[in-house]
């Protein structure tokens, strides 16, 4: 591997800086609060509509982001579409400005297509990782890619408070902020990254489509190899479910549960970026003094807390304390989870795995936000809350038989 320089790992972490915007102000912050108010006229359904079209995004890349990835790897081309996919979210973010009383179902497309390319956009951006850094600083460099997330969530968040409280009726400004923000903010990593990989040449007749088969049948063959990875993405499919639903519906509950006002959100996610940027990069030194399974225990543990809870909370200072503990979890959990792919990726074949990372982690994301928004539907939020905990105590169970490496001296 050529020299990696440190303006270069700069660079990746700016992409993880960008889309941090997007989860943040429209999927968890914003965006649904202001769909149900807004857009839908405060429909019961609300919340299914937007988990189920959630959902289903997340299903369009579950199914296709192996065969991103390996026509990526084939072509070399990982920083092409990562400017693609960067260019179509922020685009449908913005978008979402316009959107009047009733276009229920305009929202909701704009929501499908910006997600769809936001969490292929992660995908492909954390493909990259295998190739700037080693097995001593793994856990340190995702970890600077998420701190650098959580303040680039930060940041949106303070825009989007400006914003809203510049006037009544200015929600929808945040939308537009947003798009700019993603876009403005992804530049540096496509000026400053490297592609290292070498192009792939197709063999005569062959289809992309061909060559993904293939490669699943090789994957298949080499299961026993995999065996501890594959494990691995069980158990994170499971406490992605969970985190996936909390972060669809955070401000979901906020509204509806504990009667905050859409300033006092705002205020909560700042708090909950705050801690995120310290789990986050406190866990990531730590994963590579102990590995990364203690790290993730404690994540889990957290989570597990965080939502039982979160069921019996009543005031706005207890949840304040909630988002807090969420934020440290949370930066813990998707920092070491994605060092625990690129560890056990084969040199050369970063795009493929880090397509099943995507596939496993969308296929959560479909799992959780449908299962806690018609959950909401049918019962209420509480209760909603406390079945979500079920996810991150299943994940921990499989994690508990998964041996990964202690340090960095065991890959």
């Known amino acids: 591997m050529s020299t990696v320089k440190r303006r270069e790992i700069f660079g990746w972490c700016c992409f993880d800086f960008a889309n941090s ?9 914003v965006g649904l609060p202001y769909f149900k108010g807004a857009v839908a006229g405060g429909a019961n359904a609300a919340e299914s509509w937007w988990g189920t079209t959630l959902a289903f995004s997340q299903v369009c890349v579950l199914l296709l982001a192996p065969i991103i990835g390996v026509v990526a790897d084939v072509h070399a081309h990982k920083k ?10 922020s685009v449908a973010t913005a978008l979402m400005c316009g959107i009047d009383e009733g276009q229920v179902w305009l929202m909701l497309g704009l929501l499908l297509v910006g997600n769809f390319a936001f969490s292929t956009s992660e995908n492909i951006c ?29 940041l949106s968040l303070v825009i989007a408070l400006a914003i809203i409280q510049s006037g009544d009726g ?24 490297k592609e290292r990989a070498k192009p792939r040449p197709l063999q005569p007749g062959q289809t992309y489509r061909q060559l993904a088969w293939k490669q699943f049948a090789d994957m298949r063959r080499e299961l026993p190899q995999h065996r501890k990875l594959l494990t691995f993405f069980g158990a994170m499919t499971c406490y992605l479910a969970g985190l996936m639903a909390v972060v669809g519906f955070a401000a979901g509950y906020a509204t509806e549960v504990i009667g905050m006002e859409q300033s006092q959100i705002i205020g909560l996610f700042i708090v909950l970026q705050l801690a995120g940027v310290a789990g986050a990069f406190g866990f990531g030194f730590l994963q590579d003094k102990t590995g990364p399974k203690p790290p993730l225990i404690v994540a889990l ?18 949840f304040y304390a909630i988002g807090v503990l969420a934020g440290i979890g949370m930066g813990s959990l998707q920092s070491a989870s994605r060092a625990v792919v690129s560890t056990l990726t084969p040199a ?3 795009g493929e795995f880090f397509g099943y990372w995507g596939f496993f982690a969308k296929l959560a994301a479909v799992i959780g936000m449908f299962v806690f928004g018609n959950l909401v539907s049918l019962t209420d939020y509480r209760i909603a809350i406390t079945i979500n905990a079920g996810f991150f105590l299943v994940g921990l169970l499989i ?5 990964l490496p202690q340090s960095h001296s065991e890959t």
Request: net charge positive; aromatic share 14%; proline share 3%.
């Open 399 to 403: 994690l508990l038989t998964v041996k």
């Open 80 to 89: 092409r579409y990562l400017a693609v996919t960067a260019i179509v979210c």
């Open 21 to 29: 915007a997007f989860t943040t102000i429209v999927i968890t912050v």
């Open 348 to 350: 050369g074949r970063s």
């Open 126 to 154: 954390s493909a990259f990782l295998p190739e700037i850094s080693t097995p001593k600083n793994v856990g340190r460099i995702s970890g600077y890619g998420w701190s650098f997330g959580y303040l680039g969530g930060l």
């Open 301 to 318: 543990i957290i989570w597990i807390a965080a939502c039982l809870w979160a069921a019996v909370c009543d005031s706005v200072q207890e």
């Open 170 to 193: 200015r929600a929808q400004w945040t939308f537009l902020a947003t798009g700019l923000f993603f876009f403005g903010a992804s530049l540096p990593t496509l000026l400053l990254l």
